[in-house]
């Protein structure tokens, strides 16, 4: 997690919170994108990993993959309350369907009096959104809607 | 030369940005503020404005309202018509958070009577609404019964007992798009909003009981219930929680996918995606949209009610008795079919507002009975420490801005940049030291609330009314706030 690295870039979208990430390979910037989403949810040492949550997700576009991630983990926490402090995954390529997959296995718990609470995720926008290989490693731009 | 650079001053209160086919614009652009106002809109609500422009269909021009910043596809403060034959409908025309919007309520008390009990009236309120990440409504519903929520909107709270009749006619639309359709909704988008019926949120939504300041029309005033001085009133601004924004993802996506391959749309902003009105997507979108709508409706109706139930236990009166009369409800996310007269013939469009309110003006078939007379209420949201304002709508707005005016006062600074001047804690102790009450879920959300965020709404109104889009009524001041 140490390796991990994500930038609020404070005056682009300033009602709501843009990121830059970085990361040596793209699972980094799968879980930097999983970090940056959470802390900007809650505190994050208020959370006990007492539940594991397994997201199983596909598709063609790597791009597309990592934006249905976030959507996903937004998505759990309206319809099942869950918020998550840790994140175990992998993004690997299957060359016969040229199509990328994600299995993530997300620790966390409900939401209860115990989390402490920031700001409300309403959705991953298409703003400024891509992730890129670069020379020494890889990138990516997100924008929450807040 | 910059976008901005090419707008002309038309008056006091409105610029031009001329049709320029170089640029690919097929209208003009109408922008709307003081010189104060003008000279700090970022660059990018005219880049967006303009973008608007291009999208097929476009009617007249496209606008921006006085608290106008930058957003996604469509600025905040845009608004747009498209011809129903011939245009477009855009989600990022009417925000992840469908009809977001803001309700007023009277009352007869007066702040003599609230003060004393403000600490009380917050903390019960607090207790009573949810607000914030990760809260359960306080109605548990099934999916069949969520599908009349999202089908029927305020109806079904009334039915449900939510509210008093009289409601219904006191909220745009009777407080129901009658389009919705739930199957065009999807799994995804139920899921996240059958837990959330009653639910505040978090962010810049809020229940807040104001006191009225100032009054600038009494006659229209006492129309809407605004009596006196001192009057205590109650605003919430909330919207349609997950249901509406994951409703908005799913559609932005989906037009996305298909506007340039199958007809033939260019993408300028991706958050700009849209769909032919008369297309199958676009249909399904405005029954979507209206769903979320409904739902956005409907849970303003049941915060309302569980608002009364809270005056009722702390005073100790029934809400009939404190006259608890809801003034109205109006969204400032929304797209609406509405009637216009263009260059002589009535045509029937889709008027986009994306952080703008409907302003109509008297004699317009929309508004209630009750305010024929004098025009519908619009109600402006300030910041938490500037206060918010009442205003009602003209008939000037009905010929120049497809009835539309801004929706509160915008922010000025980042959220980061508001926490790191002041901490959520220190805010709320120099709030109540002058004299407001605030319960927050989040002392970080308290800090990104802060007023010195936002953007002066005294110049926004002063622009809204030297426009004629919306003439000012009462000036409201906060007393005691809960928020996410």
């Not at chain 1, 989403?37 to 596909?58: A, D, G, R, Y």
């Not at chain 2, 009054?215 to 997950?242: L, P, T």
């Not at chain 2, 009905?398 to 539309?404: A, H, I, T, V």
Request: aromatic fraction near 8%; glycine fraction near 8%.
């Amino acid at each position: 997690m140490n390796t991990l690295k994500y930038r609020l870039l404070e005056d682009i979208a300033i009602a709501d919170a843009c990121y830059e990430l970085h990361g040596s390979n793209v699972e980094e910037i799968f879980q930097a994108g999983f970090l940056a989403l959470m802390e900007t949810s809650v505190e994050l040492n208020t959370v006990k990993e007492v539940l594991i949550k397994n997201v199983l997700l596909q598709h063609k576009d790597l791009e597309r993959l990592f934006y249905e991630f976030l959507e996903e983990l937004i998505y759990l926490k309206d319809a099942e309350l869950l918020i998550f402090k840790n994140c175990k995954l992998s993004v690997t390529k299957d060359d016969i369907t040229d199509t990328f997959k994600l299995d993530a296995i997300l620790s966390g718990q409900e939401f209860n009096k115990s989390v402490s609470t920031l700001t409300d995720v309403k959705a991953i926008t298409y703003y400024q959104f891509y992730i890129k290989q670069i020379d020494d490693g890889w990138e990516s731009r997100i924008t929450f809607d807040l | 030369m910059l976008l901005k650079e090419k707008a002309i001053r038309i008056n006091e209160f409105m610029y031009e940005i001329p049709q320029d086919s170089d640029l690919g614009m097929q209208a003009p652009v109408r922008v709307y503020g003081n010189s104060a106002i003008f000279n700090k809109l970022d660059k990018g609500v005219f880049q967006q404005i303009t973008n608007v422009t291009k999208l097929p269909g476009l009617v007249d021009h496209a606008m921006t309202m006085p608290d106008a910043h930058w957003g996604y596809g469509f600025p905040i403060g845009g608004v747009a018509a498209f011809d129903i034959e011939e245009g477009v409908i855009s989600p990022g025309g009417i925000g992840f958070d469908i009809n977001c919007g803001m309700r007023l309520i009277t009352t007869n008390l007066t702040v003599d009577e609230v003060k004393p009990k403000i600490r009380p009236l917050v903390n019960t309120l607090y207790e009573d609404i949810p607000t914030g990440i990760g809260k359960k409504g306080p109605i548990k519903i099934s999916m069949n019964e969520f599908q009349n929520v999202a089908e029927t909107g305020s109806e079904w709270c009334i039915e449900n007992g939510y509210g008093w009749d009289e409601d219904i006619e006191r909220q745009e639309n009777n407080g129901r798009l009658v389009e919705a359709d739930f199957s065009s909704v999807s799994d995804k988008a139920k899921s996240r909003g059958i837990r959330q019926l009653g639910t505040l949120g978090s962010g810049n939504h809020y229940c807040e009981i104001q006191t009225v300041n100032q009054i600038f029309d009494s006659d229209v005033a006492k129309v809407m219930g605004i009596e006196n001085k001192d009057q205590i009133v109650v605003m919430v601004h909330c919207g349609s929680r997950g249901f509406g924004h994951q409703i908005a993802s799913d559609y932005l996506r989906e037009f996305l996918d298909k506007m340039e391959t199958k007809w033939k749309i260019p993408i300028y902003e991706k958050e700009l995606s849209a769909a032919p009105i008369n297309s199958k997507e676009g249909e399904n979108y405005m029954k979507a949209m209206s769903c979320a709508a409904n739902m956005g409706f409907a849970n303003r109706q049941v915060i309302m009610s569980h608002v009364r139930k809270v005056f009722e236990r702390i005073f100790d009166r029934s809400s009939e008795e404190m006259e608890m009369h809801l003034v109205y409800d109006v969204a400032h996310n929304i797209a609406k079919r509405e009637e216009y007269e263009i260059e002589g013939q009535k045509k029937e469009v889709i008027v986009h507002r994306k952080g703008a309110t409907r302003s109509f003006g008297p004699n317009s078939n929309e508004i209630p009975s009750i305010y024929s007379k004098v025009g519908q209420p619009v109600i402006l949201g300030g910041s938490m420490e500037t206060g918010s304002y009442l205003l009602v709508g003209t008939d000037t707005a009905m010929k120049q801005s497809f009835g539309s005016t801004a929706h509160g006062s915008g922010r000025a600074m980042s959220r980061s940049k508001a926490k790191r001047k002041i901490q959520g804690n220190v805010l709320r102790s120099q709030m109540e030291a002058k004299g407001i009450y605030v319960r927050a879920a989040s002392m970080a959300g308290l800090a990104e609330e802060a007023g010195f965020a936002y953007k002066n709404i005294n110049d926004v109104v002063d622009s809204i009314h030297g426009a004629d889009l919306s003439r000012k009524v009462a000036q409201l001041l906060p007393l005691g706030n809960i928020k996410g």
